[in-house]
């Protein structure tokens, strides 16, 4: 009797997180990964556990979160897409599906991950973007918002806007470029980096929201960032708004690249 072949496979994963207490697994909770995991182990018969490119919080969102799991169970990759999709809740796709090496790792050989954080600037609520974007009607400056941001890029201690209850060993992150723009009645924020502390994105939007609304000046972010002190930044932004946009991966990985990754420095890799 021979022995099985176990196969790594890589899945790309879209949801709303609006109705689950983020991606990890918690006992007695909805979580993204639990759900996730139930449905591949449907098609497996067997259980099936998932290691992800990087945890999302409660109500936040994924265009793109990357994951993988390890089989001994020969399924065809439509199996694991369009199978799997079938037990999953329609507030979770799988969007594509594919065989890897063995020794690819969703978070461990993730160069960058980019994050896009999306806010309704107008005077009324949305009745459709509900948990999808956070709500600010005073107007904001996206330009003067983009200008102060520029200020965070490179390497640096991100203490001014990491959360107390942060968990990571060091909190120096490289953040490889920051975008702020409008479309219409939206302000958009794109940031990208090798990895973030938790609740960082939603730190540095709360602080770059303070700066859109004229209450500080564009040097405000140089500032917190210079201080390492989380009391002297702004508030942490709602978690609405916020989704995974993309994870990028060496060209070896074969994991399909977001066109956003084409701001990133050539030598990016040396940061991860």
């Known amino acids: 009797m021979t022995d099985a072949v176990v196969q790594r496979i890589a899945l790309g994963i879209e949801y709303n997180g609006q109705a689950y207490?983020?991606?990890?697994?918690?006992?007695?909770?909805?979580?993204?990964?639990?759900?996730?995991?139930?449905?591949?182990?449907?098609?497996?018969?067997?259980?099936?556990?998932?290691?992800?490119?990087?945890?999302?919080?409660?109500?936040?969102?994924a265009f793109e979160q990357v994951v993988h799991f390890d089989t001994e169970v020969p399924r065809p990759l439509p199996a694991w897409l369009r199978g799997a999709n079938t037990y999953l809740p329609p507030d979770i796709r799988i969007i594509w599906a594919q065989a890897v090496e063995s020794d690819f790792h969703a978070r461990y050989q993730a160069i960058a991950r980019c994050y896009r954080y999306v806010i309704l600037n107008r005077g009324v609520h949305s009745a459709l973007l509900q948990g999808q974007a956070t709500w600010v009607h005073q107007s904001l400056d996206a330009e003067r918002m983009h200008n102060a941001a520029q200020a965070l890029l490179g390497e640096h201690d991100f203490s001014s806007f990491r959360a107390q209850s942060c968990q990571s060993v060091s909190p120096k992150r490289h953040l490889y470029f920051v975008d702020v723009y409008r479309q219409q009645d939206q302000v958009i924020i794109d940031i990208c980096?090798?990895?973030?502390?938790?609740?960082?994105?939603?730190?540095?939007?709360?602080?770059?929201?303070?700066?859109?609304?004229?209450?500080?000046?564009?040097?405000?972010?140089?500032?917190?960032?210079?201080?390492?002190?989380?009391?002297?930044?702004?508030?942490?932004?709602?978690?609405?708004g916020l989704h995974l946009l993309a994870v990028y991966y060496p060209a070896s990985c074969g994991i399909p690249i977001h066109p956003i990754f084409a701001q990133l420095p050539a030598d990016a890799s040396r940061f991860d």
């Not at 201080?227 to 002297?232: F, M, T, Y």
């Open 21 to 61: 207490a983020g991606w990890q697994f918690q006992t007695g909770k909805a979580t993204v990964q639990a759900a996730l995991q139930n449905a591949l182990s449907v098609i497996a018969n067997q259980e099936i556990v998932v290691h992800c490119a990087g945890r999302t919080d409660t109500g936040v969102h």
């Open 193 to 240: 980096a090798n990895a973030f502390l938790h609740h960082m994105v939603r730190n540095i939007v709360g602080s770059l929201i303070e700066v859109g609304r004229g209450k500080h000046d564009a040097e405000w972010l140089a500032d917190l960032l210079a201080l390492k002190d989380r009391n002297r930044a702004a508030m942490t932004a709602p978690p609405d």
